[in-house]
């Protein structure tokens, strides 16, 4: 099998060292990967720190017709592009393709915001002091960009670092998850292909235990990470003068009221508890119902649970495929088998074969079970029974997370209710928590993260504001 190159400062390289992904389902080997030595990690740096004004100088029209190319090319090879998402994650090939699917549009939308980007005048001769001056605010990239990511959307959760740092015209060096490279890899490739200045970009397979060299230096000024809550506070107090952003776990709820239809919140709330097998941190993991309807709602919940289709992740009828790796799938059954120690009942799945867990739905959960506090990452429900609105919103602040909640509910009274109260960076009224738009401002509050992705969002994430002020003008 050929090895394959990462990409240092925009050119293919190999280093002395090499990573093998294999299938999570079935084992068999997906890629071999080259692994950057010390050395090349620093000229991946060097570059990035040299191109620093020319990325920031770089003409909206370059920039922007890059993120467009990207954005082509991703659409063209799009089944190729899945079916290596499939092969290194384990994700069945009916979400891998709404992968690419959305980091086509996260490109684009990267395009377009970057076409929008301009600066702001304002006058301050609204005081008699400041007659004559202008005011001209623009916003300049800190600097080049760490961006670190996650294995469970291996192609768009890299775009989303990716392309807002060109939409900034902030060079970005790119470490992805060791376990799911490839995607990021052709990504690479496909960057290469632009004209974007050498030193612009460079994606670096390092392993986890050579990270902090990347995010303790200090010609990397901002670090975006995504990932679990302790490994990204543990960043942000490794580096406190840097500007860190951080997009992080949860334990998402869905809140099912009296009025909602239950039809459509059992088979939204089956599905998107499951799918990427839980691996997301907005999939649905904590379900609160509303006692009138409690009884009815699971009766609905569990046959829908039941009626997912598991197995391999490159058939086309898959919806839930394995965890990333057996060790992953063996963490969350010892989850369920505490939880059930405890007292909790299941009510469908909470077995496990290899790396995939059966879609599991529990009942009588102990507050202080870890399926109920912690992040799962797995295809596990809690069903929860609560009196009404005032101590579903109250379950939903029981955590220590604070991502996204859905609200199932018919009640626009309700609804705003929920946006004032619930302690979340995002409220999805009729649907569950796993509901995001690329182009939306996405992050939370809590243990979740600061900042914000969302390409308008971001962009303004890794720029500041500078002010130049006119004296002297005739306005």
């Known amino acids: 099998m050929d090895v394959r190159p990462f990409w240092l400062a925009g050119r293919p390289a190999t280093g002395d060292t090499e990573l093998t992904v294999t299938n999570p389902h079935d084992g068999r080997v997906v890629a071999v ?43 063209e090879r799009a089944d190729e592009i899945a079916r290596l998402i499939t092969a290194e994650n384990g994700k069945p090939i009916f979400w891998a393709r709404g992968e690419v699917g959305r980091a086509v549009s996260t490109f684009r939308f990267a395009a377009e915001e970057t076409r929008r980007l301009g ?39 890299v775009a989303h670092k990716v392309a807002p740092a060109v939409a900034a015209g902030a060079p970005i060096v790119l470490k992805p998850a060791p376990a799911t490279p490839v995607s990021s890899l052709v990504l690479g490739e496909i960057l290469a292909e632009t004209d974007l200045p050498e030193g612009m970009f460079s994606v670096l397979p390092v392993p986890n235990d050579r990270a902090a060299t990347l995010t303790e230096d200090p010609r990397l000024p901002v670090v975006s990470f995504t990932g679990s809550a302790p490994v990204g ?72 649970v039941e009626a997912l289709v598991t197995g391999d992740p ?106 004032r109260e619930l302690e979340v960076g995002g409220v999805i009224i009729g649907d569950v928590p796993s509901y995001r738009a690329d182009q939306m401002p996405y992050g939370g509050v809590k243990d979740s993260g600061v900042g914000r992705e969302g390409i308008r969002s971001a962009i303004a994430d890794l720029t500041y504001e500078k002010v130049m002020v006119l004296t002297g003008l005739t306005l």
């Not at 692994?35 to 922007?64: F, G, K, M, N, S």
């Open 119 to 157: 600066g702001e005048t304002v006058r301050l001769d609204t005081e008699a002091a400041s007659a004559g001056r202008l005011a001209y605010v623009s916003r300049v990239p800190y600097g080049p960009v760490l961006g670190i990511t996650p294995f469970n959307f291996p192609l768009n959760l």
């Open 33 to 75: 990967c080259s692994v950057p030595a010390p050395e090349q990690v620093e000229e991946a740096v060097a570059a990035a720190a040299a191109v620093r004004a020319t990325a920031a100088a770089l003409p909206i029209h370059v920039r922007a017709e890059a993120l467009a190319h990207v954005s082509r090319r991703l659409a």
């Open 314 to 419: 490159a058939d086309e009828k898959t919806q839930v495929g394995p965890l990333v790796s057996v060790e992953a799938a063996e963490r969350v059954e010892r989850w369920v088998g505490e939880a059930v120690s405890a007292g909790a009942r299941v009510l469908t799945g909470g077995t496990r074969d290899g790396a995939t867990v059966a879609p599991t739905v529990l009942a009588d959960v102990p507050a202080d079970a870890k399926v109920s506090r912690e992040e799962v990452f797995g295809p596990v429900m809690i069903v929860q029974r609560v009196s009404g609105v005032d101590e579903a919103f109250a379950a939903v602040n029981d955590s220590r997370y604070g991502l996204q909640a859905g609200v199932f509910t018919r009640s626009l009274e309700v609804a705003f209710r929920a946006n």
């Open 233 to 304: 506070y543990a960043i942000m107090d490794q580096v406190p003068r840097k500007h860190v952003t951080l997009e992080l776990g949860g334990n998402a709820a869905a809140v099912v009221l009296a009025d909602a239809d239950l039809d459509w919140a059992a088979s939204r709330i089956a599905l998107f508890s499951n799918y990427q097998a839980g691996q997301s941190c907005i999939a649905v993991q904590r379900v609160i119902v509303e006692a009138s309807v409690h009884d009815d709602f699971v009766a609905r919940l569990v046959p829908a």
